[in-house]
């Protein structure tokens, strides 16, 4: 209770609203302790009346995170004990030492509207479909344009905050398999390229509008850097200028790239086009971002 007060009072002296706002408990790291019983996690914390232990639903990634606050590989921060939508969360941060990798194969990732994300990493790559994910966001185009039309507008913002959760959570998956893939390739080094007018490439303003065009690509990046510096992945910047046209000969048209089929006018040589953007990126032909 005195933490939560602490808390409460080092926030209230930069608020400068005048309406209340709800404070949630926090516990510091000798207040709320974390257990495993047999297969199942408990995080205990003290009340008005007695310290109380509560038994967590946790996911497998999250039970490895768990396991190392308990065997001393993590440092636990603050946690806080919140509600959402009638359910009750802990969120609790940790710190931890990252070891750089040794490895020094460097992977290349292209992100666009056909696909999603296509990393590439020597001979070997990782495609992400954008189709699937597009059906969707029409379906929620159509469901908001039907309920703009009954001006039902508490409905358009309830599917709007359903969406961007969903968008998110396709965003973790991508980003953790495409972490996966590089941990399992050796890679040491990721590169990614400045996003300044990915959505320029849609073939039109229809298109890009149903489908991918306002996709959370930023985020999708966030995701990839953090859980990759959290493996010990050094991400770097690179500038995309040329990626999509230029061929492995060197030579840089913008013919060379129709679609998602990338031809070389000058020798010939075939690849997917996506494919070819993050070899190149992986190579970093343009240069690395300012």
Known sequence: MNQTIREV?????????KTFQKRWCCFNNQNLKIEKKGDFYTVAFPTLEKKIGVPVVVRPYQQTWLDRIMNGTAKQGTAVLYKKKKKWYVAI?????????????????????????????????????????????????????????????????????KESRWMKDMNHKISRQIVRFALANGVGVIRMED???IRKRAASAKEAGRSLHSW????????????????????????????SQTCRCGHREK????????????????????????????????????
Not at 216 to 240: C, D, S
């Open 255 to 290: 013919a060379n790239r129709n679609g998602i089929h990338f031809q070389c006018q000058k020798c010939g040589y075939t690849i997917h086009a996506d494919l070819n953007g993050a070899i190149n990126i992986a190579k970093a032909i343009s240069g690395f971002a300012a």
């Open 195 to 197: 996003l300044a007018g």
């Open 93 to 161: 941060p940790i710190t931890f030492e990252v070891k750089r990798r040794k490895e020094t194969k460097v992977m290349g990732i292209d992100l666009g509207l056909r696909y999603i994300a296509v990393a590439s990493v020597g001979t070997k790559s990782l495609f992400f479909k954008g189709n699937p994910c597009a059906f969707i966001r029409r379906r929620y185009a159509a469901l908001r344009r039907r309920l703009g039309k009954a001006k039902k507008l508490h409905m358009i913002r309830k599917i709007g905050d």
């Open 216 to 243: 959370a690509f930023h985020q999708l990046q966030t995701m990839i850097a953090y859980k990759a510096e959290m493996a010990g992945i050094r991400v770097e910047w690179v500038n995309p200028t040329y990626t």
């Open 9 to 17: 009072k080092s926030q209230k002296k930069n608020q400068k609203a």
